[in-house]
Protein backbone atom coordinates (compact mmCIF):
# COMPACT_ATOMS: atom_id res chain seq x y z
CA UNK A 1 0.00 0.00 0.00
CA UNK A 2 1.69 3.49 -0.86
CA UNK A 3 0.19 6.93 0.00
CA UNK A 4 1.28 10.35 -1.49
CA UNK A 5 0.96 13.46 -0.02
CA UNK A 6 -0.33 16.35 -2.70
CA UNK A 7 0.12 19.55 -2.33
CA UNK A 8 -3.65 21.72 -2.83
CA UNK A 9 -2.72 25.28 -1.51
CA UNK A 10 -6.35 25.91 -2.79
CA UNK A 11 -8.42 28.23 -0.75
CA UNK A 12 -11.53 26.65 0.03
CA UNK A 13 -14.26 29.55 -0.58
CA UNK A 14 -12.03 29.75 -3.95
CA UNK A 15 -15.13 29.24 -6.44
CA UNK A 16 -17.39 32.14 -3.79
CA UNK A 17 -14.26 34.54 -4.13
CA UNK A 18 -13.80 34.29 -7.78
CA UNK A 19 -17.77 34.56 -8.59
CA UNK A 20 -17.65 37.56 -5.83
CA UNK A 21 -14.39 39.09 -8.18
CA UNK A 22 -16.37 38.86 -11.01
CA UNK A 23 -19.37 40.85 -9.75
CA UNK A 24 -16.99 43.76 -7.98
CA UNK A 25 -15.59 43.81 -11.48
CA UNK A 26 -19.20 44.47 -12.82
CA UNK A 27 -19.94 46.90 -9.96
CA UNK A 28 -16.75 48.74 -10.90
CA UNK A 29 -17.12 49.47 -14.37
CA UNK A 30 -20.97 50.27 -13.86
CA UNK A 31 -19.58 52.84 -11.92
CA UNK A 32 -22.30 51.59 -8.83
CA UNK A 33 -20.74 51.62 -5.25
CA UNK A 34 -21.54 48.40 -3.33
CA UNK A 35 -21.86 48.40 0.08
CA UNK A 36 -22.22 44.78 2.82
CA UNK A 37 -24.10 45.63 5.71
CA UNK A 38 -23.37 43.25 8.80
CA UNK A 39 -24.42 43.03 12.41
CA UNK A 40 -26.26 40.56 14.79
CA UNK A 41 -30.04 40.42 14.46
CA UNK A 42 -31.97 43.40 15.85
CA UNK A 43 -28.35 45.95 15.68
CA UNK A 44 -30.66 47.98 13.84
CA UNK A 45 -29.61 47.06 9.87
CA UNK A 46 -32.72 47.63 7.97
CA UNK A 47 -34.14 50.86 10.36
CA UNK A 48 -30.47 52.06 9.55
CA UNK A 49 -31.08 51.51 5.69
CA UNK A 50 -34.30 52.21 5.64
CA UNK A 51 -33.94 55.85 6.64
CA UNK A 52 -30.38 55.82 4.77
CA UNK A 53 -32.32 54.72 1.33
CA UNK A 54 -34.74 57.45 2.10
CA UNK A 55 -32.70 60.26 2.89
CA UNK A 56 -30.47 59.53 -0.11
CA UNK A 57 -33.22 59.06 -2.58
CA UNK A 58 -34.07 62.87 -0.87
CA UNK A 59 -30.87 63.79 -1.76
CA UNK A 60 -30.99 62.43 -5.82
CA UNK A 61 -28.78 60.29 -5.24
CA UNK A 62 -30.15 56.96 -7.10
CA UNK A 63 -30.16 54.27 -4.50
CA UNK A 64 -31.71 50.09 -4.53
CA UNK A 65 -31.00 47.11 -1.89
CA UNK A 66 -30.83 43.42 -1.39
CA UNK A 67 -31.89 42.31 1.80
CA UNK A 68 -31.12 38.61 3.58
CA UNK A 69 -33.03 37.23 5.80
CA UNK A 70 -33.41 32.79 6.34
CA UNK A 71 -37.25 33.48 5.57
CA UNK A 72 -39.95 36.40 5.20
CA UNK A 73 -40.04 39.51 2.92
CA UNK A 74 -40.86 41.41 6.23
CA UNK A 75 -37.71 43.25 5.69
CA UNK A 76 -37.90 44.17 1.84
CA UNK A 77 -41.35 45.54 2.20
CA UNK A 78 -39.96 47.69 5.11
CA UNK A 79 -37.50 49.07 3.18
CA UNK A 80 -39.76 49.36 -0.24
CA UNK A 81 -41.66 51.98 1.60
CA UNK A 82 -38.38 54.29 1.05
CA UNK A 83 -39.33 54.13 -2.42
CA UNK A 84 -36.13 52.69 -3.50
CA UNK A 85 -36.15 49.54 -5.72
CA UNK A 86 -35.50 46.38 -3.15
CA UNK A 87 -35.19 42.56 -3.69
CA UNK A 88 -35.32 39.96 -1.11
CA UNK A 89 -33.00 37.34 -0.65
CA UNK A 90 -34.29 34.36 1.22
CA UNK A 91 -31.68 32.18 2.30
CA UNK A 92 -33.48 29.21 4.07
CA UNK A 93 -31.55 28.38 6.56
CA UNK A 94 -28.56 29.38 5.44
CA UNK A 95 -26.58 31.64 8.00
CA UNK A 96 -24.99 34.21 5.58
CA UNK A 97 -24.93 35.57 1.96
CA UNK A 98 -22.69 34.36 -0.45
CA UNK A 99 -22.06 36.00 -4.07
CA UNK A 100 -23.86 33.07 -6.05
CA UNK A 101 -27.23 34.44 -4.38
CA UNK A 102 -26.23 38.04 -4.60
CA UNK A 103 -25.38 37.27 -8.39
CA UNK A 104 -28.93 35.30 -9.00
CA UNK A 105 -30.77 37.70 -7.66
CA UNK A 106 -29.22 41.01 -9.30
CA UNK A 107 -30.52 39.13 -12.63
CA UNK A 108 -34.05 39.70 -13.95
CA UNK A 109 -34.51 42.53 -11.36
CA UNK A 110 -37.59 44.51 -13.25
CA UNK A 111 -36.93 48.07 -13.06
CA UNK A 112 -33.02 47.58 -11.84
CA UNK A 113 -29.51 48.68 -13.96
CA UNK A 114 -26.87 48.72 -12.47
CA UNK A 115 -25.18 51.42 -14.12
CA UNK A 116 -28.38 53.17 -13.35
CA UNK A 117 -27.57 53.37 -9.45
CA UNK A 118 -25.56 55.10 -7.76
CA UNK A 119 -25.58 52.91 -4.81
CA UNK A 120 -26.16 49.22 -4.00
CA UNK A 121 -26.79 48.20 -0.11
CA UNK A 122 -26.44 44.70 0.71
CA UNK A 123 -28.38 43.80 4.09
CA UNK A 124 -26.66 40.51 5.27
CA UNK A 125 -28.13 37.67 7.43
CA UNK A 126 -28.57 38.75 10.65
CA UNK A 127 -24.85 37.19 11.54
CA UNK A 128 -21.34 38.35 13.10
CA UNK A 129 -19.35 34.83 12.27
CA UNK A 130 -20.61 33.58 9.23
CA UNK A 131 -20.67 36.62 6.65
CA UNK A 132 -17.37 37.33 7.46
CA UNK A 133 -15.65 34.87 5.35
CA UNK A 134 -17.88 35.13 2.00
CA UNK A 135 -17.05 38.30 0.10
CA UNK A 136 -20.03 39.49 -2.17
CA UNK A 137 -17.90 41.64 -4.04
CA UNK A 138 -18.77 44.76 -1.97
CA UNK A 139 -16.25 48.07 -1.92
CA UNK A 140 -16.69 48.80 1.58
CA UNK A 141 -17.91 46.03 4.31
CA UNK A 142 -19.79 47.90 7.49
CA UNK A 143 -20.11 45.90 11.16
CA UNK A 144 -22.51 47.29 13.05
CA UNK A 145 -23.16 47.55 16.81
CA UNK A 146 -25.94 48.87 18.78
CA UNK A 147 -25.48 50.34 21.89
CA UNK A 148 -27.74 47.90 23.45
CA UNK A 149 -24.98 45.03 22.59
CA UNK A 150 -22.37 45.66 24.95
CA UNK A 151 -18.91 46.92 24.42
CA UNK A 152 -17.04 44.26 23.45
CA UNK A 153 -18.62 42.75 20.67
CA UNK A 154 -15.68 44.09 18.29
CA UNK A 155 -13.78 41.56 20.85
CA UNK A 156 -15.95 38.86 20.82
CA UNK A 157 -16.37 38.86 17.15
CA UNK A 158 -13.01 40.13 15.51
CA UNK A 159 -13.06 38.29 12.40
CA UNK A 160 -16.00 40.29 11.04
CA UNK A 161 -14.45 43.83 12.52
CA UNK A 162 -11.30 43.24 11.76
CA UNK A 163 -12.61 42.96 7.96
CA UNK A 164 -14.82 45.55 7.71
CA UNK A 165 -14.15 49.00 6.14
CA UNK A 166 -16.48 50.95 8.28
CA UNK A 167 -18.38 50.62 11.58
CA UNK A 168 -22.02 52.51 12.49
CA UNK A 169 -22.89 52.39 16.46
CA UNK A 170 -26.28 52.26 16.42
CA UNK A 171 -29.45 53.02 18.82
CA UNK A 172 -27.39 55.87 20.43
CA UNK A 173 -30.67 57.68 21.29
CA UNK A 174 -30.71 54.75 23.99
CA UNK A 175 -27.08 54.88 25.14
CA UNK A 176 -27.97 56.69 28.92
CA UNK A 177 -30.63 54.30 29.35
CA UNK A 178 -27.99 51.04 28.73
CA UNK A 179 -25.30 52.96 30.36
CA UNK A 180 -22.86 52.42 27.33
CA UNK A 181 -19.59 53.47 27.66
CA UNK A 182 -19.34 55.01 24.10
CA UNK A 183 -15.11 55.84 25.12
CA UNK A 184 -14.80 51.64 25.55
CA UNK A 185 -17.08 50.83 22.68
CA UNK A 186 -14.55 53.02 20.61
CA UNK A 187 -11.60 51.57 21.56
CA UNK A 188 -12.49 48.28 21.21
CA UNK A 189 -13.42 48.62 17.55
CA UNK A 190 -10.04 50.56 17.36
CA UNK A 191 -7.89 47.62 18.76
CA UNK A 192 -9.57 45.33 16.42
CA UNK A 193 -9.88 47.07 13.47
CA UNK A 194 -7.38 50.04 14.39
CA UNK A 195 -8.27 53.57 12.06
CA UNK A 196 -11.56 52.13 11.00
CA UNK A 197 -14.60 54.82 9.87
CA UNK A 198 -16.69 54.97 12.77
CA UNK A 199 -20.25 56.56 13.00
CA UNK A 200 -22.42 56.83 15.66
CA UNK A 201 -26.38 57.32 14.54
CA UNK A 202 -29.69 56.73 15.93
CA UNK A 203 -32.11 55.74 13.21
CA UNK A 204 -34.75 57.36 15.42
CA UNK A 205 -33.90 60.65 16.16
CA UNK A 206 -31.76 61.13 12.80
CA UNK A 207 -28.68 61.88 15.08
CA UNK A 208 -25.60 61.17 13.26
CA UNK A 209 -27.28 60.86 10.01
CA UNK A 210 -25.49 63.91 7.99
CA UNK A 211 -21.71 62.57 8.71
CA UNK A 212 -22.91 58.92 7.29
CA UNK A 213 -25.02 59.90 4.76
CA UNK A 214 -21.97 62.61 3.84
CA UNK A 215 -19.82 59.66 3.85
CA UNK A 216 -21.72 57.16 1.46
CA UNK A 217 -22.39 60.09 -0.87
CA UNK A 218 -17.79 60.69 -0.58
CA UNK A 219 -17.43 57.25 -1.48
CA UNK A 220 -19.78 57.25 -4.24
CA UNK A 221 -18.48 60.22 -5.57
CA UNK A 222 -21.28 62.16 -5.85
CA UNK B 1 -25.91 28.51 13.04
CA UNK B 2 -28.05 25.53 12.61
CA UNK B 3 -31.21 24.35 11.11
CA UNK B 4 -32.63 21.33 11.07
CA UNK B 5 -35.31 21.61 8.36
CA UNK B 6 -35.15 19.99 4.83
CA UNK B 7 -36.36 22.96 2.90
CA UNK B 8 -33.33 23.63 0.22
CA UNK B 9 -32.96 27.48 -1.98
CA UNK B 10 -34.28 25.84 -4.81
CA UNK B 11 -32.03 28.80 -7.10
CA UNK B 12 -28.77 26.41 -5.66
CA UNK B 13 -26.61 24.13 -7.70
CA UNK B 14 -25.88 21.75 -5.18
CA UNK B 15 -28.35 18.73 -5.05
CA UNK B 16 -30.25 17.40 -2.10
CA UNK B 17 -29.03 14.12 -0.46
CA UNK B 18 -32.85 13.74 0.61
CA UNK B 19 -32.04 11.45 2.98
CA UNK B 20 -30.47 13.69 5.62
CA UNK B 21 -32.44 15.95 8.00
CA UNK B 22 -29.45 18.13 7.96
CA UNK B 23 -29.52 20.81 5.23
CA UNK B 24 -25.57 19.97 3.86
CA UNK B 25 -25.11 23.99 4.04
CA UNK B 26 -27.53 25.10 6.73
CA UNK B 27 -24.39 25.62 9.23
CA UNK B 28 -21.68 28.13 8.51
CA UNK B 29 -18.96 25.19 8.84
CA UNK B 30 -21.27 22.66 7.21
CA UNK B 31 -21.19 25.26 4.27
CA UNK B 32 -16.99 25.13 4.33
CA UNK B 33 -16.99 21.26 4.34
CA UNK B 34 -19.54 21.01 1.07
CA UNK B 35 -16.61 23.01 -0.38
CA UNK B 36 -13.99 21.29 0.75
CA UNK B 37 -15.58 18.46 -0.57
CA UNK B 38 -16.18 19.64 -3.41
CA UNK B 39 -12.83 20.90 -3.97
CA UNK B 40 -10.98 18.17 -3.00
CA UNK B 41 -13.12 15.26 -5.12
CA UNK B 42 -12.35 16.82 -8.26
CA UNK B 43 -8.54 16.88 -7.15
CA UNK B 44 -8.37 13.07 -6.09
CA UNK B 45 -9.89 12.57 -9.34
CA UNK B 46 -6.69 12.96 -11.10
CA UNK B 47 -5.90 9.72 -8.82
CA UNK B 48 -8.34 7.05 -9.93
CA UNK B 49 -8.73 4.24 -7.38
CA UNK B 50 -6.98 6.47 -4.63
CA UNK B 51 -8.49 6.87 -1.09
CA UNK B 52 -8.36 10.02 0.39
CA UNK B 53 -6.53 9.39 3.89
CA UNK B 54 -6.41 13.14 5.39
CA UNK B 55 -6.99 16.63 4.56
CA UNK B 56 -5.10 18.99 5.77
CA UNK B 57 -6.28 22.37 5.99
CA UNK B 58 -4.77 25.70 7.05
CA UNK B 59 -7.11 28.19 8.97
CA UNK B 60 -5.99 31.56 10.26
CA UNK B 61 -7.11 32.71 13.75
CA UNK B 62 -9.46 35.38 12.06
CA UNK B 63 -11.30 33.23 9.50
CA UNK B 64 -14.29 32.92 11.71
CA UNK B 65 -14.10 28.74 12.00
CA UNK B 66 -14.64 26.86 14.80
CA UNK B 67 -12.43 23.70 14.67
CA UNK B 68 -14.73 21.34 16.89
CA UNK B 69 -17.84 22.44 14.84
CA UNK B 70 -15.81 21.60 11.20
CA UNK B 71 -14.36 18.51 12.75
CA UNK B 72 -18.44 17.26 14.11
CA UNK B 73 -20.04 17.86 10.66
CA UNK B 74 -16.95 16.73 8.70
CA UNK B 75 -18.74 12.86 9.05
CA UNK B 76 -21.88 13.79 7.39
CA UNK B 77 -20.70 16.44 4.71
CA UNK B 78 -17.50 13.67 3.56
CA UNK B 79 -20.28 10.51 3.60
CA UNK B 80 -20.85 9.13 0.06
CA UNK B 81 -17.98 11.11 -1.37
CA UNK B 82 -14.48 10.08 -2.13
CA UNK B 83 -13.57 12.01 0.91
CA UNK B 84 -15.50 9.35 3.30
CA UNK B 85 -13.58 8.07 5.91
CA UNK B 86 -10.94 10.79 5.67
CA UNK B 87 -9.49 12.30 8.62
CA UNK B 88 -9.48 16.25 8.93
CA UNK B 89 -6.28 17.81 10.25
CA UNK B 90 -6.55 21.16 11.08
CA UNK B 91 -3.55 23.53 11.21
CA UNK B 92 -4.13 26.60 12.87
CA UNK B 93 -2.47 30.06 12.24
CA UNK B 94 -2.04 32.83 14.30
CA UNK B 95 -1.98 36.57 13.58
CA UNK B 96 0.97 37.99 12.11
CA UNK B 97 1.34 42.18 11.75
CA UNK B 98 3.76 43.81 10.47
CA UNK B 99 4.80 47.11 12.43
CA UNK B 100 5.77 50.28 10.52
CA UNK B 101 7.62 51.87 13.42
CA UNK B 102 9.90 48.45 13.93
CA UNK B 103 9.94 47.17 10.37
CA UNK B 104 9.17 44.01 11.78
CA UNK B 105 6.48 40.80 11.45
CA UNK B 106 5.50 40.00 14.68
CA UNK B 107 2.96 36.97 16.08
CA UNK B 108 0.22 37.91 17.96
CA UNK B 109 -0.75 35.65 20.75
CA UNK B 110 -4.57 36.68 20.39
CA UNK B 111 -7.33 38.67 17.84
CA UNK B 112 -7.79 40.93 20.78
CA UNK B 113 -5.46 43.42 20.19
CA UNK B 114 -3.72 44.43 16.92
CA UNK B 115 -0.44 45.80 18.37
CA UNK B 116 3.13 45.19 18.06
CA UNK B 117 4.30 43.34 20.79
CA UNK B 118 7.47 44.95 20.74
CA UNK B 119 6.46 48.76 20.86
CA UNK B 120 3.31 48.61 21.59
CA UNK B 121 2.41 50.62 18.87
CA UNK B 122 -0.88 49.96 16.93
CA UNK B 123 -0.01 47.68 13.86
CA UNK B 124 -3.11 47.43 11.29
CA UNK B 125 -0.93 45.51 8.81
CA UNK B 126 -2.14 42.14 8.58
CA UNK B 127 0.52 39.48 7.49
CA UNK B 128 -1.06 36.37 8.09
CA UNK B 129 -4.38 35.32 9.94
CA UNK B 130 -7.64 35.09 6.93
CA UNK B 131 -6.20 32.18 5.79
CA UNK B 132 -8.99 29.63 4.83
CA UNK B 133 -7.31 26.95 2.52
CA UNK B 134 -6.41 23.05 2.06
CA UNK B 135 -2.92 22.39 2.18
CA UNK B 136 -2.69 19.28 1.09
CA UNK B 137 -4.26 15.73 0.97
CA UNK B 138 -3.00 12.09 1.56
CA UNK B 139 -3.81 9.91 -1.17
CA UNK B 140 -3.33 6.10 -0.90
CA UNK B 141 -3.09 4.15 -3.97
CA UNK B 142 -4.95 1.13 -3.91
CA UNK B 143 -3.62 -2.68 -3.25
CA UNK B 144 -2.48 -4.41 -6.71
CA UNK B 145 -5.07 -7.34 -7.16
CA UNK B 146 -4.15 -10.25 -5.81
CA UNK B 147 -3.40 -12.60 -8.37
CA UNK B 148 -1.12 -9.49 -9.91
CA UNK B 149 1.97 -10.69 -8.18
CA UNK B 150 1.32 -14.74 -9.06
CA UNK B 151 1.24 -13.10 -12.44
CA UNK B 152 3.96 -11.83 -12.82
CA UNK B 153 6.13 -14.82 -11.13
CA UNK B 154 4.78 -16.93 -13.76
CA UNK B 155 5.94 -14.98 -16.42
CA UNK B 156 9.96 -15.06 -14.47
Not at chain 1, 91 to 108: F, N, P, Q, R, Y
Not at chain 1, 127 to 145: F, K, Q, T, W
Amino acid sequence: MTTRIVELRRGILKKNDELAAGLRDRFTSAGVLVLNLVSSPGTGKTALLERTLRELRARGVRVAALVGDLETDNDARRLASSGAPVRQINTHGICHLDAEMVSKHLEGWEGVSLAALDLLFIENVGNLVCPSSYDLGERIRVALLSVTEGEDKPLKYPGLFNSSDAAVITKIDLADPCGFDRQLALKNINEIRPGIRVFETSAKTGAGMEAWLDYLAGEARI
Amino acid sequence: MFNTTTRRDKSRSQPSLGRSIVQKDSMHELSIASSIVETVSESAAAYPGARVKEVRLRVGALASIVEDSLQFCWELATEDSPLAGSKLVIHRLPVIVHCESCGIDSELDGVQSFRCPRCGEIAADLRQGRELEIESIELEDPDPAPDEPAKIKEQV
